[in-house]
C-alpha cells in the first residue's frame, strides 16, 4: 500500500463547453480542463482553466519544435462545418482534446516544456505564454501559476510600458486567432431542451507518470 500511494499520476479532464459572443458577427467555444496529480512536475496539484480549440492547436505546434523524434498525439481535425449546436460534434471534439492532453502529459519529455505548464494552470494568452517562458515578463512561470486568475498578474503588467505585451491580439502563426476576448460572460451554450448531460460531466483519464 506504501508503495501504491507514492504513485505518481496526473488527471486531466476535458469538459464544459461554453460559447462566448466576440462581437456582433463571430462567436467561439472553449471548454474547461480540469487537472489533478501528486506529481512534483506540477506547480499546482489542482486546477481549471478555459482554453479554445485554436490554443490547442498553437500548443501541439510549439510542443512539436522541441518533440524531436517524438510522435505527438493528434488533435481532432479541423471541420470547416463544425456547429456550434450539434452535440455529437462537440462531444467528439472534446473527447479528442482530452486524449491529446492525455497523450501529451504521458510523455515525460514533454512534460519539460513550461509552455505546457502555462497552458494547463495559467489564464495567460498564447502571446504572453511564449513572452513568459522566455523570461520576457515581470513574472515568473511559477509566479503565473500561483497566481493565476488574480488581479496580481495585471498589475505587474501595468507597471510595464505600453510595449508589445500590451497587445490585445496575436496569432499562432497558424493563420489561427488565439488571443481574442475569450473570458468574457458565455452564452447559453445549448437550449435547455438539447443539453446533453454526458456534455457537461467529467470523464477524467488518470495517467501514471513513469519514474
Request: contains cysteine; neutral net charge.
Amino acid at each position: 500500500m506504501d508503495s501504491l500511494s507514492k504513485t505518481e499520476f496526473v488527471s486531466v479532464c476535458v469538459r464544459d463547453p461554453r460559447l462566448h459572443k466576440d462581437d456582433l458577427w463571430h462567436t467561439h467555444v472553449d471548454y474547461e480542463i480540469c487537472l489533478h496529480t501528486n506529481s512534483m512536475c506540477f506547480r499546482k496539484k489542482t486546477s481549471c482553466v478555459r482554453r479554445r480549440y485554436s490554443e490547442f492547436v498553437w500548443l501541439r505546434h510549439c510542443l512539436e519544435q522541441n518533440a524531436l523524434i517524438i510522435e505527438l498525439p493528434k488533435l481532432p481535425p479541423w471541420n470547416p462545418f463544425f456547429s456550434l449546436r450539434n452535440t455529437q460534434q462537440v462531444s467528439q471534439r472534446m473527447k479528442g482534446l482530452q486524449e491529446f492532453l492525455d497523450g501529451v502529459l504521458h510523455t515525460p519529455l514533454l512534460l519539460s516544456d513550461s509552455r505546457l505548464h502555462l497552458f494547463l494552470q495559467s489564464d495567460l494568452s498564447m502571446a504572453k505564454i511564449e513572452k513568459c517562458a522566455l523570461g520576457k515578463t515581470r513574472y515568473t512561470v511559477a509566479e503565473a501559476i500561483q497566481l493565476s486568475n488574480r488581479v496580481y498578474i495585471s498589475r505587474l503588467e501595468d507597471k510595464v510600458s505600453c510595449d508589445s505585451d500590451c497587445e490585445s491580439s496575436s496569432s499562432s502563426g497558424l493563420g489561427l486567432s488565439v488571443d481574442t476576448p475569450m473570458r468574457g460572460s458565455p452564452l447559453p451554450f445549448f437550449e435547455s431542451s438539447d443539453r446533453d448531460p454526458e456534455l457537461f460531466s467529467c470523464h477524467s483519464t488518470s495517467t501514471l507518470i513513469e519514474p
